[in-house]
């Protein structure tokens, strides 16, 4: 105190003494900015604009399944909304929108200027042709590259990665048991793969077969052909190729397993069985006609519509919250691997897979650059021109593929045609 | 003064410009007569028939001694009656038989009417004699608000719910165990009066796509409380009378409880109605998948979130219904 009144006070020595204050002064003032600067973040990541009154920022999303012991998707993703628009004075519209219906919302939306800001780009995502680059807002380093590179096309971000979401086999734990000695060994061992082939079921005309169908594990878009070819292997090596009531076959064990499931029925096989019965499912990867194995993944994402600042802005970084929790929610309920990196513990700690599960599962995140999604990741820059009309094609070849599936596994359609139909179902995307 | 001029009855009485107002006076009373007699037969509907639909539930016809006997719903219920009046002691069922018959005409006789044995409107008003209503004290004062019922066939109770919060819950009689009132969320889409048969003196058709249901009166007080009807909800008069004018058409009624065992084996697609179809879309909004109301029909909301649910399992496509969506969401037989 006595030093500070020593150099404020006025007196016959002032002037030297104030010149002292003043370098002092500028010499806390240069401590201190530098620790400022080291506390902003590298980019504007997690600063929310003001936007006008009245403005608000509309949200389109999707229901998920109640699950027991989990909470309920809606709450969760009106709570983030919620503590948004607390936190920031922006109103969040929030929409629940049915996939089905999706591609109609969205061109009516298109045509009366009514798009939302932020869309959920669902458990199979397609662009829209109208998101925003989010290079400039996204920090990359926050993500999991395979999860980010899906949603990046020539450098620019299209879309705000939430998870990764898997495809695989769910097979019987005791015809597992019974076909190899030494737990795990089926996972490395194609040949008891292909063995355990012959007591599947499939779901052919699932959206998570027909991806599978359509694309090679490396991500890269398979021609009708090679389509066709994977589509007679399954049919002859998977015994139970009927498209009806995989599940109810599966629960009763007349099947050992289901060939291409997502983690919704992964889950939901795991929670209807009796825990350490016979009829728990274990996660095994996938089998190829060529022998490889892996698990296929697709990454949901928000897209953001938002046209100009400071709106753009704003809504990314609602989408970046809505992406953190549908990783988390999936995470916890689904066992799906968030996309936020900070986030991997809560797959580790909360997704109920066992150490070795989740090992083999965390393989797909050296798969960097290769998703297998419907987003033609493979294929550069063709998706980042895609519109909403592009989304309908989608839809409707997927339609399509569905009923030539369905006509071939049912024994309509021989191989010698397959090859034919698919291209002709698949013309919409191949001829771009 | 010309500013009251013509309508004002103290005015008038006061004889000032007598004939111009004995003139408007007239024209007056004319215009209420016209708004009376469009009151009594136009906007209150008095008295206004029980559409066809709700009548496949009750009847006004009498019962009447026959060979063989009659055998119907309504028997059940008059043997009750007069056990508990101790004019009968025979199995409690629904054949007309003689020993009934005879119970019937001892009753008629101890009660002025005729005995004849049949059962008309008039002996079903002397078996109700003495029940009276009993008073339902309201939760909280009357308000304006967004009517909506609430009824509960398990505690066999009647809420009407003002923007939601219970206003007042009165005792009801739903259906037998072999024709239970249909659980799901409907809506009132008719509504009338009666001259106090079967149906008592209020009634209120349900939008329930099977069969046909609804909320009324009864001359049948003593089954209140009871598993009685043939699936339609019974009130005292008095009280539906009471909550008559403040339930308009359009009025949601959710009802819950008991329901009939449900059979799931063939699929359900758009287009289908039934109770099956209210289990599908109660199981699907447990699920996570609103359908909208319990309303029984297989419409585009439910098809929309069957193809949701379908598509994000994996399941074959297409907005059906069918073994592997059941076992999912919890409706296997």
Redesign the interface.
Known sequence: MKAVNFLVSSGRNRGPRFGLAVLLAVNLLILICPGCARQMPQKSEGQVPVLPPGQEIVVWEMKQPHFPGSRPYEEEVQRVCEQFQQKTGIRVKLVFVSRWELPDALLKAREESKLPDVLFSGEFPCLTGLERDLAGILDAGQYQETALAAWTRGGRIMGIPSAILWFGIAARKDVLNSQQGEPGDFRTDPSTLNGLLRSLGVLPTSEAFMQIATHELSGRHRAPREIASFVSWIKMNVSESEQEFCLQRFKRGDIQGIYGVTPYIFKWLRISSEPGSSGEPVLVPLIFEKGDTGFGFTVPGYLILSGAEPKLKASAELGKLLAQNYGRWGARALGLIPARIEDLPIFTLESGFTREERSHLLKILDLTGIPLSPQDAGVEGVAADAGLDDLFTRYKCLEELAGVLSSYFSGNLIDDGLAEEIAHALEGNTSR | MRRTRGFLLPTFCKGLYPISRYKTLKVALVISLMFSIWAILGASGLPRKVPDYLAVHETDEPLVPSKPPMVRHDVLELKIRLRDLNFYSGPIDEVYDSLCVSSVKEFQRRNWLDPTGVVDRNTWKALAAGIKAPPVQARAPFREGEISLYIDTERLELTVLIDGQPWKTYPVAVGRWNSMTPVGEWKVVDKGYETGGAYGTRWMALDVPWGGYGIHGTNRPWSIGSYASLGCVRMFNEHIEEIFDIIPIGTRVKIVGFRPPLRFEGPLHPGSVGPEVVRLQEALR?????AGPLDGRYGPMTE??V???R???????G?GA???LY??IGV?N
């Open positions: 447990e699920f996570g998948f609103d929309a979130q193809r949701d649910v598509s994000l399992f994996g399941l074959s496509w907005g069918d073994g592997d076992v999912l296997e």
